[in-house]
């Protein structure tokens, strides 16, 4: 049987031809999992705390994916210019989940808005815009297509990261306009921009369970990767992490 991940997804109000609340995710989410031989389920913005816990309870992993901002309150900061489309329920469910996941000892993978939350569950703050708070010559919104890689980060030789994609340079995609600013406590910089703009995130303690924050979007790119390309390598070891806890239990 197909070890279980649990993916956050988002609420889209008002949405669809009877303009009811519709829950959203883009599928490749789920393809890239199954191709790493995981299979998912969805968790929303709909679902309380105990629904929340019981689907926690039967999966292996939890990815944090990729979305709206963040509420700068949950940061200790007011609304800034630049701050783009937030949902409140979805950081509540997704500040839960992540409780949870860590309290079960979980692999955590954070996609893009997944990172940012990890840095902010534990205390660290974020530029709510990028362009107006740290402006530099490195483009983080992309405008080309989500199969275009457009920037380089250098990764920390010593990192987690580092043993997973094999390498200390990266060509990444990027599609953000918020970023980590104050790192969290228990969290170290495993990679970043030219400009020092923090693109992945992990434990400073490698005893502790396996947890992985990419500013990045390494779904985009993996379908049609060659196998040691670094995107796909990311999966492979989320997914070993994944199967390992299925077996131990």
């Known amino acids: ?8 997804s988002t609420m889209l109000a008002e949405a669809g031809p009877y303009r009811r609340n519709q829950v959203a995710l883009y599928a490749l989410y789920v393809e890239v999992l199954e191709r790493h031989g995981l299979a998912s389920v969805l ?3 709909a679902h309380d705390r105990a629904s929340i816990e019981a689907i926690l309870d039967r999966c ?27 949902n409140p329920a979805r950081d509540e469910m997704e500040l839960e989940a992540l409780t949870l996941a860590l309290e079960r000892e979980l692999p955590i993978l954070g996609i893009c808005r997944g990172c940012q939350l990890i840095n902010v569950y534990l205390g660290g703050t974020l530029y709510q815009d990028l362009t107006l708070e740290k402006p ?9 297509p989500w199969e275009v890689r457009t920037h380089r980060v250098s990764v920390e030789p010593d ?7 094999v390498s200390d340079n ?18 170290r910089d495993v990679a970043h921009a030219a400009d020092g703009t923090i693109e992945a995130i992990e ?35 989320f997914g070993r992490e994944v199967e390992a806890r299925a077996r131990d239990g």
Request: proline share 7%.
């Open 1 to 8: 049987m197909r070890p279980l991940v649990a993916i956050t």
């Open 43 to 45: 968790l929303t913005p």
């Open 60 to 86: 292996n992993g939890l990815v944090l994916s990729g979305g709206e901002d963040i509420e700068p309150e949950r940061y200790g900061e007011e609304r800034r210019e630049g701050l783009g489309m937030t």
């Open 136 to 144: 530099s010559p490195v483009r983080h919104l992309q405008e080309e």
């Open 159 to 165: 990192s987690r990261l580092a043993e997973i994609v």
């Open 170 to 187: 990266l060509v990444i995609n990027s599609f953000h306009h918020q970023g980590v600013k104050e790192l969290a406590t228990g969290l």
């Open 203 to 237: 434990w400073d303690d490698d005893s502790k369970p396996w947890l992985l924050g990419v500013q990045w979007h390494p779904e985009r790119h993996e379908a049609t990767a060659p196998v040691t390309d670094s995107d796909r390598r990311i999966f492979e070891a």
